[in-house]
């Protein structure tokens, strides 16, 4: 999905002035907020489980309150009847997904065991190595609580017109009780297992390829001036109200120095995202959405494949770049190289020793090739995330996605011609 071939991206970003900071606001209220509640709810479950009302007594029968005793039982033997399959059971379901187990039990079944033959003798343990804990849940909500604030500030809302508390620990306003999520003996899971659902959903809802905020972003985060200016077939001036707001900055094409926007000559500058700034953050989320659901790692990766079939770039004239492709070639099974700069002109491209099996490797750059010119034509490949970029002093690292090689297998065997 290249930023040519995905129009409706490009449909969408200008029907919706995607530089006008208050359309951000649609992104803050139907796609964030309501994912920071389910998160803030689902991580005060877990840390409910863990607390020393449950897991800091001696035996499950020194809980004082009994609706919660008998809530407990329901969390750790839910479902299970002898002789039969607990696979489906509740408590199954509760072990994989909150660690809640009896005697600090490695496995569901060992957590059975402990409970038939120790009853309310057991003491309650939450493991570690349950899926709510590979999210891990408490560092997804302070990323979203740090993004949905810095969100706020930029666009002048109080956290208390969206349903935020505005202090720490900035709950939500309709707080759920985590021991109302636990069911009783003779009741069904139905309000945990969809508020789990959802927020499932809402990953999937706030990934890269699926949300056009967090796709548009993705694409944005690095890309020369002008294209992103084509793109949206606006001013300089607009897309610096963009630049600035998203946190992107410009840098030349020529020097690789930092230039302030809106500039006289966007043809020569490219805009690189910047740590901590708003694009930063939502991208930085995206780490742990694909730790909510493996689907969103999939989508991401179709996404590449598909973009290594649709993008179409010509090299030429390839005698000029072939030296290049050659040299990554060379270093394909590399992880990324750099590519030294010397006036404005690619001169060298060099690899990184420090990895396995691998040796040192500086390969002259022969033909006159513009940096500005390089990057202009490789830019749809690293708006997809098949290659990286970052700019160093008089250098410039490219990362390669390991389908990188793919697509340099094919402008090496097309001679050019993608």
């Known amino acids: 999905m290249s930023m040519e071939t995905k129009t409706s991206l490009r449909e969408w970003a200008k029907e919706n002035k995607i530089w006008e900071p208050k359309t951000w606001k649609e992104f803050l209220k139907n796609d964030l907020v309501p994912f920071y509640k389910q998160a803030y709810t689902l991580n005060a479950l877990h840390e409910f489980l863990k607390s020393e009302k449950i897991c800091g007594k001696p035996y499950l029968a020194d809980i004082e309150d ?69 999210i891990p849940i408490g560092d997804l909500v302070d990323k979203l609580r740090d ?169 030429e004239p390839w005698k000029d770049y072939e030296p290049i492709f050659s040299a990554l070639d060379i270093m394909e099974y590399m992880h990324g190289c750099y590519l030294e700069i010397r006036q404005s002109v690619i001169v060298k491209i060099k690899n990184d020793y420090s990895r396995k099996y691998c040796k040192y490797r500086e390969i002259e750059v022969p033909r006159k090739i513009l940096l500005s010119d390089f990057l202009i034509k490789i830019f749809p490949i690293v708006c997809v995330g098949i290659i990286n970029i970052e700019f160093l002093d008089s250098s410039i690292e490219l990362k390669f996605h390991p389908l990188a090689k793919e697509w340099i297998d094919k402008v090496i065997e097309n001679e050019g011609k993608t």
């Open 66 to 134: 009994e609706t919660l005793k008998n809530k407990i039982r329901v969390a750790i033997y839910g479902g299970v009847k002898p002789n039969k399959d607990f696979n489906t059971s509740f408590a199954k379901f509760m072990y994989d997904n909150f660690g809640i187990c009896a005697e600090n039990a490695p496995s569901f079944e060992g957590s059975i065991k402990h409970y038939e033959s120790l009853g309310d003798g057991i003491k309650v343990s939450v493991n570690s190595n349950s899926w709510i804990n590979s």
């Open 147 to 315: 993004l949905i604030r810095n969100l706020c500030r930029e666009l002048g809302i109080k956290l208390s017109e969206i349903g935020i508390q505005e202090s720490y620990p900035y709950s939500p306003f309709e707080v759920i009780e985590p021991d109302t999520l636990l069911p009783q003996p003779d009741e069904k899971p139905e309000k945990l297992v969809s508020i789990l659902n959802d927020f499932r959903q809402k990953a999937l809802d706030l990934s890269i390829g699926v949300n056009p905020f967090t796709t548009f972003v993705f694409y944005s985060r690095k890309i020369p001036l002008r294209v992103l200016m084509e793109f949206l077939e606006c001013d300089v001036d607009k897309v610096t109200k963009l630049a600035n707001f998203l946190g992107l900055k410009g840098y030349s094409m020529i020097d690789l120095r930092e230039v302030s926007l809106p500039t006289k000559s966007p043809g020569k500058v490219i805009l690189l995202l910047t740590d901590n700034s708003l694009s930063y953050k939502i991208l930085e989320l995206q780490s742990i959405l694909q730790r909510v659901d493996p689907a969103i790692n999939e989508i991401r990766e179709n996404m590449i494949k598909e973009a290594i079939n649709q993008i179409h770039i010509t090299f």
